[in-house]
């Protein structure tokens, strides 16, 4: 089990370390928030112990930041802080569990062991979809209680699209995936792996479209028939258990935000409270009124679609200039016990997409240290690099053959041959000038170190390095991952709409800005630069359709499209958007396709207009 441990106090993290290797886990270490991240999201990890007060990015900002991400591995709190207040904030920021410090090593233990089995309870069971049954223990298909004979690309690539369900895979995202650089073919043998698994699955009985082709993006699996994609664990006997569905990165934005909603419902209790003694004051009135519209557009999107029904006629009920009548007065109360109510109720999930991993390098390492090169080979996945070795220069220029890697690291001296390590540098400099080459050697005369420049190396590391240093060399040297499709500017004052709306679009390449001030708006517009903007019609101080006129007043803003948010439908609300300028509307509670097929086809039309002009002039 390799377990990530985030602490910055040097004597605790050997303990823990040799604690945890004694226990036979393998431990990778990060001495701040910011590194911790990185290495979370780069590799993968059975569970993360995580300290509270690190520096660069805290425990609880570091727990919140990778739910956000749809992390979903178990991650265990080291806290000295031991307040009923401190607790909550740390499991309510994603935490699974937590530990107080000083802690008992076997109590650690206990709870490491009882976190790590319940997440093996999750990675070990199946997958379904329909009549269709992937068993990962076993290594089966079963469609129809039949077999199904796949080939090993095959099953890797159906258990891809089960595990991930409506995530669209582009060719080469597949590629990436389930072949390591060496030996990947072209992106036409994934549509015809694609195309036999489709033909497989047909001929076993599987009488539903599986598989579905998104044009110009990639596949994706298709809602199963009559139910959604489930994971079904089973007993010791080998009984089914009950289904669990996949939690995606917007149930994480559920979890986060259970507390939010019931804030709101205390809310409204209290003016429900305040109306039976007839002592609703002006302010409470209002305040009701803002939780309850906030309710009505929020609920529905994250697990309670009952809840935006009732919440939207409490806001109605509170809209009303004259004093409620006690039949009103009555209905208002029912309505909220009724909300309360299903807050109690489990939340339904939602089954979007997962979000894409972090971009995988592939190193190439030149050197017969193979003590040094295990060491590397053990720490590559933590970086984010997937690392081939070459002990001598034949098998180095071998592999070139086969696939040109992002990056080499190389040593000069190799004592089996005569031949020096400078010839392939020159050869790689030569047949592939685009890719950086670090020298690692123990030569360090001025001479090598100009003959290694005039080369072309990025990167000149005198031996012997850290592993860390090594890696910190090659990642300078890496191509910058691509940067994002598009920038999306969100506002809304509802904290979580912001959140959800921006866990629906990140997983699609766009970078998004959220804002809760609306009066912050124009310092935002300007300094974050968007190619779409989404409105929420109905903010305090400035709402949706004053900064819709704003913006179409501005010579240099005035084609950016806009779209408008609103849990108001009604002709006239939506005449009053187009007037004041908005190019399209989501209704409130907001649905994820909905959301994303609109803000992306709104952005791909302004790109095809804007290249129609260029073209044209």
Same mark, same amino acid.
């Given at each position: 089990?390799?377990?990530?441990?985030?602490?910055?106090?040097?004597?605790?993290?050997?303990?823990?370390?040799?604690?945890?290797?004694?226990?036979?886990?393998?431990?990778?270490?990060?001495?701040?928030?910011?590194?911790?991240?990185?290495?979370?999201?780069? *590799?993968?990890?059975?569970?993360?112990?995580?300290?509270?007060?690190?520096?660069?990015?805290?425990?609880?900002?570091?727990?919140?930041?990778?739910?956000?991400?749809?992390?979903?591995?178990?991650?265990?709190?080291?806290?000295?802080?031991?307040?009923?207040?401190?607790?909550?904030?740390?499991?309510?920021?994603?935490?699974?569990?937590?530990?107080?410090?000083?802690?008992?090593?076997?109590?650690?233990?206990?709870?490491?062991?009882?976190?790590?089995?319940?997440?093996?309870?999750?990675?070990?069971?199946?997958?379904?979809?329909?009549?269709? %049954?992937?068993?990962?223990?076993?290594?089966?298909?079963? %469609?129809?209680?039949?077999?199904?004979?796949?080939?090993?690309?095959?099953?890797?690539?159906?258990?891809?699209?089960?595990?991930?369900?409506?995530?669209?895979?582009?060719?080469?995202?597949?590629?990436?995936?389930?072949?390591?650089?060496?030996?990947?073919? #072209?992106?036409?043998?994934?549509?015809?792996?694609?195309?036999?698994?489709?033909?497989?699955?047909?001929?076993?009985?599987?009488?539903?479209?599986?598989?579905?082709?998104?044009?110009?993006?990639?596949?994706?699996?298709?809602?199963?028939?009559?139910?959604?994609?489930?994971?079904?664990?089973?007993?010791?006997?080998?009984?089914?258990?009950?289904?669990?569905?996949?939690?995606?990165? +917007?149930?994480?934005?559920?979890?986060?935000?259970?507390?939010?909603?019931?804030?709101?419902?205390?809310?409204?209790?209290? *003016?429900?409270?305040?109306?039976?003694?007839?002592?609703?004051?002006?302010?409470?009135?209002?305040?009701?009124?803002?939780?309850?519209?906030?309710?009505?557009?929020?609920?529905?999107?994250?697990?309670?679609?009952?809840?935006?029904?009732?919440?939207?006629?409490?806001?109605?009920?509170?809209?009303?200039?004259?004093?409620?009548?006690?039949?009103?007065?009555?209905?208002?109360?029912?309505?909220?016990?009724?909300?309360?109510?299903?807050?109690?109720?489990?939340?339904?999930?939602?089954?979007?997409?997962?979000?894409?991993?972090?971009?995988?390098?592939?190193?190439?390492?030149?050197?017969?240290?193979?003590?040094?090169?295990?060491?590397?080979?053990?720490?590559?996945?933590?970086?984010?690099?997937?690392?081939?070795?070459?002990?001598?220069?034949?098998?180095?220029?071998?592999?070139?053959?086969?696939?040109?890697?992002? *990056?080499?690291?190389?040593?000069?001296?190799?004592?089996? #041959?005569?031949?020096?390590?400078?010839?392939?540098?020159?050869?790689?400099?030569?047949?592939?000038?685009?890719?950086?080459?670090?020298?690692?050697?123990?030569?360090?005369?001025?001479?090598?170190?100009?003959?290694?420049?005039?080369?072309?190396?990025?990167?000149?590391?005198?031996?012997?390095?850290?592993?860390?240093?090594?890696?910190?060399?090659?990642?300078?040297?890496?191509?910058?991952?691509?940067?994002?499709?598009?920038?999306?500017?969100?506002?809304?004052?509802?904290?979580?709409?912001?959140?959800?709306?921006?866990?629906?679009?990140?997983?699609?390449?766009?970078? +998004?800005? #959220?804002?809760?001030?609306?009066?912050?708006?124009?310092?935002?517009?300007?300094?974050?630069?968007?190619?779409?903007?989404?409105?929420?019609?109905?903010?305090?101080? +400035?709402?949706?359709?004053?900064? %819709?006129?704003?913006?179409?007043?501005?010579?240099?803003?005035?084609?950016?499209?806009?779209?408008?948010?609103?849990?108001?439908?009604?002709?006239?609300?939506?005449?009053?958007?187009? *007037?004041?300028?908005?190019?399209?509307?989501?209704?409130?509670?907001?649905?994820?396709?909905?959301?994303?097929?609109? +803000?992306?086809?709104?952005?791909?039309?302004?790109?095809?207009?804007?290249?129609?002009?260029?073209?044209?002039?």
């Amino acid at each position: 089990m390799k377990i990530l441990l985030v602490e910055d106090d040097v004597l605790l993290s050997k303990a823990l370390f040799e604690l945890l290797s004694a226990n036979r886990y393998t431990i990778d270490i990060a001495s701040n928030g910011q590194a911790g991240l990185e290495l979370a999201l780069s *590799a993968e990890y059975e569970l993360i112990l995580l300290d509270w007060l690190i520096p660069k990015l805290d425990g609880i900002s570091l727990c919140r930041q990778l739910r956000k991400q749809g992390y979903r591995k178990p991650i265990l709190l080291l806290t000295g802080k031991n307040s009923n207040a401190d607790i909550v904030a740390g499991l309510d920021a994603g935490a699974d569990d937590y530990v107080i410090k000083p802690f008992d090593p076997e109590a650690l233990l206990a709870r490491i062991r009882s976190l790590l089995r319940r997440n093996e309870a999750i990675s070990s069971s199946t997958l379904t979809w329909g009549n269709l %049954c992937l068993d990962p223990s076993a290594g089966r298909v079963i %469609c129809n209680e039949q077999e199904i004979p796949l080939t090993a690309t095959e099953y890797k690539l159906l258990e891809l699209f089960l595990q991930n369900p409506e995530r669209i895979f582009s060719r080469a995202v597949i590629l990436d995936r389930l072949w390591g650089f060496d030996d990947a073919p #072209t992106e036409n043998a994934v549509t015809t792996h694609i195309k036999d698994l489709r033909k497989k699955l047909k001929t076993a009985g599987l009488a539903e479209e599986f598989l579905e082709t998104v044009y110009g993006m990639g596949y994706r699996i298709r809602p199963a028939p009559n139910c959604s994609i489930s994971v079904v664990q089973r007993n010791q006997d080998g009984k089914k258990k009950p289904g669990i569905k996949d939690m995606t990165s +917007v149930n994480r934005v559920l979890e986060r935000f259970r507390n939010s909603f019931a804030g709101q419902v205390v809310v409204l209790d209290e *003016a429900k409270t305040a109306l039976l003694s007839g002592n609703l004051n002006e302010e409470l009135q209002q305040r009701a009124l803002h939780e309850a519209h906030k309710l009505a557009g929020s609920m529905g999107s994250f697990g309670y679609p009952e809840g935006s029904p009732l919440a939207r006629k409490i806001e109605y009920l509170l809209l009303e200039n004259s004093s409620l009548s006690p039949d009103q007065i009555s209905d208002f109360s029912q309505l909220v016990t009724a909300l309360q109510q299903e807050l109690t109720k489990p939340a339904v999930t939602s089954t979007a997409q997962n979000f894409p991993i972090n971009q995988t390098y592939r190193l190439l390492v030149i050197d017969d240290d193979t003590t040094l090169t295990e060491q590397l080979q053990a720490e590559a996945d933590s970086w984010g690099i997937r690392m081939k070795v070459a002990p001598n220069l034949e098998t180095a220029r071998s592999l070139f053959s086969l696939a040109n890697p992002d *990056a080499v690291l190389l040593d000069l001296s190799f004592p089996t #041959t005569e031949e020096d390590g400078l010839i392939l540098l020159s050869e790689i400099a030569e047949r592939s000038p685009n890719i950086p080459v670090i020298v690692f050697t123990g030569r360090n005369t001025l001479a090598d170190r100009l003959t290694v420049s005039r080369l072309g190396a990025r990167q000149f590391l005198h031996k012997p390095a850290t592993t860390e240093q090594i890696f910190q060399a090659i990642a300078r040297v890496l191509p910058q991952p691509k940067t994002s499709e598009a920038k999306v500017l969100i506002v809304d004052d509802d904290p979580v709409i912001l959140a959800g709306l921006s866990a629906l679009l990140t997983p699609w390449g766009l970078e +998004v800005t #959220t804002l809760a001030e609306s009066q912050q708006f124009w310092k935002m517009l300007i300094a974050t630069s968007p190619d779409l903007v989404v409105l929420d019609l109905e903010m305090p101080i +400035v709402n949706g359709l004053e900064l %819709c006129k704003v913006v179409r007043q501005d010579a240099q803003w005035g084609d950016l499209p806009i779209l408008v948010v609103t849990s108001h439908t009604e002709a006239e609300f939506l005449q009053q958007a187009f *007037a004041a300028g908005a190019d399209d509307f989501i209704s409130k509670p907001v649905l994820g396709p909905e959301l994303v097929t609109r +803000v992306l086809s709104r952005i791909q039309r302004t790109r095809w207009r804007f290249q129609a002009g260029r073209s044209n002039a």
